[in-house]
């Protein structure tokens, strides 16, 4: 588990190996439990609303392909992989993999494995870099879209990490997470993408609310001009991105409603977006499965906006992880999505509003951060499609919601 921040980008089949060992060990662990009290613990509404999101993808597809008498198993695979993270969670709010010492996995994961994996994902780009994606610089098996997008994810939690830990650091352990930051955002700005940056602003308002506020204008200083320093550099010796998201703002103001629209990065994505919703509304319970709209592509509708360059390019998805499963699996789609934004999202403001201190704290200022990051990453692309990504995803929101609801249940017994 400590190691997953580690192999996530850097060892293909790492992910989910690691999934199913985690989740044989789950099983084990819940093994031992009394079924009586196993059932007495579990059966609640803040586990049943959890375990709902875990296991509403594989849900959504089962329904949509039973109404479409559909059979189609590689819709399953990544699914399955949040499916399979419905033990590990449970096993985790009672305390699993938490050491001796009451260290959280999180903590040990923004405290060490988070800036060790920025520095391996480096080295791993550097001699062992993808070389099919043209000018898109990321490691060998990794989309650039999702390596720009959990370099910079990661980023933020090593800062998250070096301001909420300040005054217990050591000064060789603040120069680390310095220069692993910016380390993170060297490999996200010059991977060539954008996913992701929109959430710089939250962020800085999030560490700003939630971390900042709370410590001393000497800290509050340092911690700023840190962060201004790594954009700075990065902005100065690359402009890569500064460009990317310019040329992005200027595709979006240049889209027409009723006109053909070129074919550029951003008005295809809003040309996909409009064909998605018409999809949906067409079958909103059914869904669609992978490509069977390809059959309604030539709609007469869709020729007023979209050439038909975009219009067969959105069998590749549809550029957004709501849209995506709402057009593939329906309303059973759409519910799957948005219970997985608005769930953890709700425990992650109820954490904080907690005000329990300490490591229960800083999960919730995680969890409030990586949801709100996956969301906005969501808008732009799809984030639960591939089964490595799933399984990440899974296993990072069950260690998250996990470990957060053991800390209040321990602190209640206390």
Known sequence: ?????????????????ILV????GAIIFLAKMDLNTFLKKFYNQSHVVIIFVLVAPTLAIAISQTI???FYPNNWDAPVRMLLCVPIYLAISQGWLINESKDTVIHNWIRWAVPVA???????????????WGGYSTTYFVDPLSFCTYTLLFTFLAIIGLTYNYKELTTTHKCFYVVTIFIGFYLSGTSGARTGWLNLPLFFIILYAFILKEINKKQ???????????????MSTNNLLINKLILGWQEFLKYKINEINEDTSVGMRISFYRMGFNYFFERPFAGWGDLSWMGNVNNGEFLTFA??????????GFHNEVITHSVRSGIWGLIATLSLYVVVFYKAVKGLKMQLGGQHKLISISILVTIIHLFLTGLSTETTNLTFLSAFIGILIS??????KF?????QIT
């Not at 509050?220 to 990065?234: C, H, T, W």
């Not at 050439?307 to 590749?316: D, F, G, M």
């Not at 800390?407 to 602190?411: A, G, R, V």
């Open 118 to 132: 920025l520095i391996s994902i480096l080295i791993c780009r550097t001699f062992i870099p993808a070389t099919n």
């Open 21 to 24: 060992l985690l989740f044989i």
């Open 220 to 234: 509050q200083i340092f911690s700023i001009l840190i962060l201004m320093a790594g954009l700075v550099v990065l």
């Open 407 to 411: 800390l209040e249940e321990s602190y």
């Open 1 to 17: 588990m400590i190691i997953l921040p580690i192999v996530f980008l850097n060892i293909k089949h790492g992910t989910n190996t």
């Open 307 to 316: 050439s038909i360059e975009t219009l067969k390019a959105a069998r590749h």
């Open 68 to 70: 479409r008498n559909d």
């Open 399 to 404: 260690v998250l919601l996990g470990e957060q």
